[in-house]
């Protein structure tokens, strides 16, 4: 899948999205099924009021988000076919964090890490969600020339479609049940099965699917008009990359909030109904100073010039439209709920100023830190 065709999903004249929204929220169901009570902490404290099915698919649907516009190439690997394990692992690594292995990993490490900030650590489990059913679609990890097999036309069922969304969403809608349906139906595993998933490289998770790639090659080539057949041949591969990706998933996130202190410092947010928070000593500033007061607690008054919903936060602007804001609140937990009284209006925001993306922001989080 080259630049070109990212360009062309972009403008929606051909926008597919991996495992379709079905399959991304049955990949993240059958992950929490498997979370550790630390990892449940911790991902509500980022997700807030969402589940990981909520936010399965919201890597696809920020696509056209100026903010994101990097983020195209994360969601596939190309890689021509006949490879082995070591020359596969070897030309995955060479394109850097540039396809969904390399993207997956740098957003563990965001996760992790002590110098992101919550927005940040927010998004990068909102990819590690959805870039673990991306790893486990076959056609996500496949050949450049044919755009992950975008380009290979088929019938199925009676209607045109093609070898990508055929594996996207064909197969699965076949299946007639919701995301909750498939998670309790594919959610089998032994815990030997998943231990052993859950032991394996996402590497290797990779290569299992670029294996299968192989397979879906070779039979639309001996065959365009696919059938039940097909499908009874085929599910069973779709049910377990699903099931993989679930619990794979899971350990991920197991891994990585281990440690209950780790759960603790994410939480950004007191408990419902516990008193305010202390605010650190407050100085009134312009929205123009705000880059030059970073780290600090301040008060800043001026009009809001509009907002955009990201599900679990809400970016409210300030001082000016987006791209050209001065200032960006992020709206989490019940400040959500001061949107639809704050746009086009002079309000005075109070909270400690970061920066993100060379940008100030105010994380707010209880209401009492706007005024009107």
């Known amino acids: 899948m080259k630049k070109t065709f990212l360009s062309v999903l972009v403008i929606g004249a051909l926008f597919l999205i991996s495992w379709g929204g079905t399959g991304h929220k049955t990949v993240a169901k059958i992950a929490e099924n498997h979370l550790s009570d630390n990892a449940k902490i911790a991902v509500k404290a980022l997700l807030g009021d969402q589940s990981m099915a909520d936010v399965a698919s919201w890597a696809d649907q920020l696509r056209n988000d100026p903010d994101y516009s990097?983020?195209?190439?994360?969601?596939?690997?190309?890689?021509?076919?006949?490879?082995?394990?070591?020359?596969?692992?070897?030309?995955?690594?060479?394109?850097g964090p540039n396809n969904v292995y390399g993207a997956l990993l740098k957003c563990e490490d965001d996760l992790q890490s002590?110098?992101?900030?919550l927005r940040q650590k927010t998004d990068a489990l909102k990819f590690i969600i959805h870039f673990a059913g991306d790893m486990h679609q076959p056609m996500h990890v496949s050949r450049a020339e044919d755009k992950g097999g975008n380009t290979i036309q088929l019938q199925f069922d009676g209607k045109g479609t093609n070898l990508h969304s055929l594996w996207d969403s064909g197969l699965i809608s076949k299946e007639h049940q919701s995301f909750e349906q498939m998670a309790i139906g594919y959610d089998k595993a032994t815990p030997a099965q998943i231990r052993?998933?859950?032991?394996?490289?996402?590497?290797?998770?990779?290569?299992?699917?670029?294996?299968?790639?192989?397979?879906?090659?070779?039979?639309a080539e001996k065959?365009?008009?696919?059938?039940?057949?097909?499908?009874?041949?085929?599910?069973?591969?779709?049910?377990?990359?699903?099931?993989?990706?679930?619990?794979?998933?899971?350990?991920?996130?197991?891994?990585?909030?281990?440690?209950?202190?780790?759960?603790?410092?994410?939480?950004?947010?007191?408990?419902?109904?516990s008193p305010p928070v202390p605010m650190d000593?407050?100085?009134t500033i312009k929205i123009e100073d705000a880059p030059k007061n970073i780290g600090e607690t301040v008060k800043i008054c001026a009009k809001v010039s509009g907002h955009r919903d990201m599900d679990s936060f809400v970016?409210?602007?300030?001082?000016?439209?987006?791209?050209?804001?001065?200032?960006?609140?992020?709206?989490?937990?019940?400040?959500?709920?001061?949107?639809?009284?704050?746009?086009?209006?002079?309000?005075?925001?109070?909270?400690?100023?970061i920066d993100y993306k060379g940008k100030p922001e105010i994380i707010v989080t209880e209401s009492s830190q706007i005024e009107k």
């Open 114 to 117: 002590k110098n992101t900030t």
């Open 315 to 353: 970016l409210v602007n300030m001082g000016g439209e987006y791209p050209n804001q001065l200032l960006t609140l992020v709206l989490r937990g019940d400040a959500k709920k001061l949107l639809g009284n704050i746009d086009n209006t002079l309000v005075c925001v109070t909270g400690k100023l």
């Open 223 to 273: 065959d365009n008009q696919p059938g039940d057949a097909y499908y009874q041949q085929y599910i069973p591969i779709v049910r377990q990359r699903i099931e993989m990706a679930g619990i794979r998933l899971a350990g991920i996130l197991n891994a990585i909030f281990k440690d209950a202190k780790v759960a603790v410092v994410l939480s950004p947010l007191p408990p419902i109904n």
């Open 281 to 283: 000593p407050v100085k």
């Open 70 to 95: 990097n983020t195209g190439s994360w969601h596939y690997i190309n890689a021509p076919l006949g490879l082995s394990y070591e020359d596969f692992s070897k030309t995955v690594k060479a394109q």
């Open 196 to 219: 052993q998933w859950q032991s394996q490289d996402p590497m290797q998770w990779a290569f299992e699917s670029y294996q299968i790639a192989a397979q879906l090659y070779a039979a």
